[in-house]
């Protein structure tokens, strides 16, 4: 009983080293989406996207201010208005401090600003003469109305919402960009496995084979040339067998690094050597693709920002005006107690306005500038729509034909497998030459390196079907990312 619970602390203890993380493609795939640094990169660059979009919307809630001087000095020789209204130079020392508090608002509809404000002021003079003043404006409200202007703010918002629409599609994209990349790495590893495996066993039966010769040779039912080429090649096998083992250190090192697993840690992956025939229709292809993809999102973001410079365009070079107006409570007293009493109303109107007289060309160049940026960038999304539609056209009809063709040659590599140890017993009986024996071997590994390029390609084809419509065929559902801080 004793070596029973001796056995059970040493499994419990054991180094987790010593067992080798085992996980299929879907499980790799989901680990690096967690863990990679390019992971790593897409989340950051996603939380930043939402911070600039929220600090964005919250400029335009109501901003409050905090301003103020305390104290400052002032002394200079300055102009001072007289009694008689006359003015004269006379020395000044004083000292001065305020305080101001104020609430401003954008009102994106109409393009307002509104602002709600407090103030109070104090001077002390010294010198020859010293005296202290206050004034105090317990309330102002205010408004800036312009007109005749592009109104920037309802741009910038209709801009800024797509801009958050389609960076979460971008987050996304980064996602199965992840997939594609892992995916590709998956089965280069997977190869560069079975590279190995058929190495070991091409090394292990070219030395049968060879001995096998040896003694065929010595008994005369060979001849030298046989023997002779029967040693080449397991020669042959022995340099292969290296440069297997020293291409599968390499392949796993950059899955490991991809991937973000310590080097010190073992991998051990399962092969993902079954693949599904579903339908993929190329008209609900470009449907999604055209509905889910950043790129077309991105296009109408530069058309609306090509109208927005051809509008301000217009405008800076045309009759505009501002109208400021503002009203308010203020007071001034020799002391604080009497500031806030018997308040006086302050009013404030005023229209500005700008009218561009003599240019030199300078408006009808800047707005011939904004159209043709405006006209160059309707021609550019326009055609880049056609590669992109093209682009899923054609990933789409790959992807089918890679179905029919990863079927096609998993029964090649089947028959080719079957054709090799029939050929093999039949050679150790002596049925068939050596010559033959190595054309079956040939074969196999052909198909067999056919069959697995193909499976991965149809993988990697799947994922960037994913990639390029953002959604799930198997599932008929569209594919989103969200990180667990942002579920909005």
């Known amino acids: 009983m004793k070596w029973k619970f001796r056995v059970l602390l040493i499994f419990l203890f054991i180094p987790q080293f010593l067992f080798p993380m085992e996980m299929n493609l879907q499980e790799c795939i989901n680990f690096a989406q967690k863990k990679s640094a390019a992971a790593k990169v897409a989340e950051k660059n996603f939380i930043a996207s939402i911070m600039n979009y929220q600090g964005f919307k919250a400029s335009y809630l109501p901003q409050f201010t905090l301003s103020g001087s305390a104290p400052g000095v002032e002394r200079a020789i300055s102009p001072v208005v007289q009694p008689d209204g006359s003015e004269a130079f006379r020395a000044r020392n004083r000292w001065y401090s ?18 709600v404000a407090s103030n109070i002021s104090r001077i002390d003079l010294y010198g020859d003469y010293s005296d202290n ?7 102002q409200i205010g408004i800036t109305q312009p007109l005749f202007k592009v109104n920037t703010y309802a741009w910038d918002n209709i801009i800024e919402d797509m ?19 892992v995916t590709s790495r998956f089965f280069d590893l997977y190869i560069a496995e079975m ?41 042959q096998s022995e340099v292969a067998l290296e440069s297997a083992y020293l291409n599968y250190d390499m392949v ?54 090509a109208k927005k410079n051809l509008e301000m365009a217009i405008s800076n070079n045309s009759f505009t005006a501002d109208i400021s107006a503002s009203f308010g409570m203020n007071q001034t007293a020799g002391g604080i107690n009497d500031v806030y009493k018997d308040l006086l109303d302050q009013e404030r109107f005023d229209i500005r306005f700008s009218v561009p007289l003599f240019q030199w060309g300078k408006s009808d160049a800047e707005i011939e500038a904004a159209l043709a940026n405006k006209e160059q960038t309707e021609i550019t999304n326009k055609q880049n729509k056609k590669q992109f539609e093209s682009q899923v056209k054609f990933q789409t009809l790959s992807f089918k034909q890679l179905q029919k063709q990863v ?28 010559n033959d024996l190595f054309l079956a071997q040939r074969e196999k590994d052909q198909a067999f390196q056919s069959y697995i390029s193909t499976l991965k390609n149809y993988w990697v084809s799947y994922y960037q079907l994913r990639r390029t419509t953002l959604y799930d065929f198997k599932t008929n559902s569209v594919i989103e990312y969200k990180l667990s801080a942002f579920k909005k």
Do not use: C, H
């Open 98 to 115: 305020n305080l101001n508090v104020q609430m401003t608002q954008k009102w994106a509809l109409t393009g307002t600003q509104f602002y």
């Open 133 to 139: 003043y206050w004034s105090a404006t317990p309330i």
């Open 163 to 181: 801009n958050y629409q389609n960076m979460k599609k971008t987050y996304t994209e980064s996602m199965e960009g992840i997939a594609i990349d």
């Open 195 to 235: 590279n190995l495996k058929n190495a070991k066993f091409n090394k292990l039966n070219n030395d049968t084979l060879y001995m096998l010769s040896q003694g065929r040779y010595e008994v005369g039912k060979i001849a030298e040339n046989e023997l002779l080429q029967a040693e080449l090649n397991k020669l």
């Open 252 to 305: 796993v090192n950059d899955f490991k690094i991809y991937m973000g697993i310590a080097p010190e840690d073992e991998i051990s992956i399962v092969p993902e050597t079954q693949f599904d025939m579903f339908d993929v229709n190329p008209e609900v292809a470009m449907k999604q693709a055209v509905k889910n993809r950043s790129d077309f999102t991105t296009y109408i973001i530069r058309e609306e920002q």
């Open 407 to 434: 079927a096609l040659d998993a029964k090649a590599d089947t028959i080719a497998q079957k054709r090799f140890d029939v050929a093999y017993k039949r050679f150790m009986i002596g049925k068939i030459d050596m």
